[in-house]
């Protein structure tokens, strides 16, 4: 009896920490979000060099303190880099199905996020203006790029059974589905974002799928 008596009210107990951390986390994310579009108007405004932390925090109406709890530096607020994305493609991949041969389920985890990334109609195609315009941020973006990389390769290895260090495949295909997102947004920009981002990144596999042998010469 006095367990039952207990149990709603352990529930009700952990049922309001849920939803406090979620209402947190809620926030945090609106923060970060708030202060990498912020960063990235006022980029798009000045110029990467007209433009400093105490800028953005004023534009996002929060403190330089505020900040430095979200992004470490300037540029890392105008890519709107989070630690927490790099293993989300990782993330996916481990969770499609198991018999999907690992090609398809990268495709199809690359395709779901060009979709996400094509429905973001203003923000996506402002990042890679402001990029494009400011090629001292590109080499943040490298870094930021390995480091995804290398997360996915771990990824595939354990998917497929191979070795991270030891063998060809993670690293090749991790390094491969990379370059083909990014082509795909290279592509997007300079047509002009009128194209579908999901489709170009189909048309990259399917170039891939081909093989480069049956490439023109």
Known sequence: MRHLLQTPQTCRRCNDGRVTTGLRERKKAATRLAL???????????????????????????????????????DDAVLGLDPAELRRTAQALAGRPADEPVVEALRAVQREQAEEMAGETELWPLRLQVIEANPDLVGRLVTHFGEADRALAAAVAERTGTDVDADTLPTLLALTSGAVMRTALHRWLTGGFTDSLPRLVDEAWDVLARGLTALPH
């Open 36 to 74: 990498h579009e912020a960063a990235l108007r006022l980029v798009a405004e000045h110029g990467l060099d007209g433009v400093s932390v105490d800028d953005i925090a004023a534009r996002a109406d929060v403190s330089p303190r505020t900040f430095f709890n979200y992004f470490a530096t300037k």
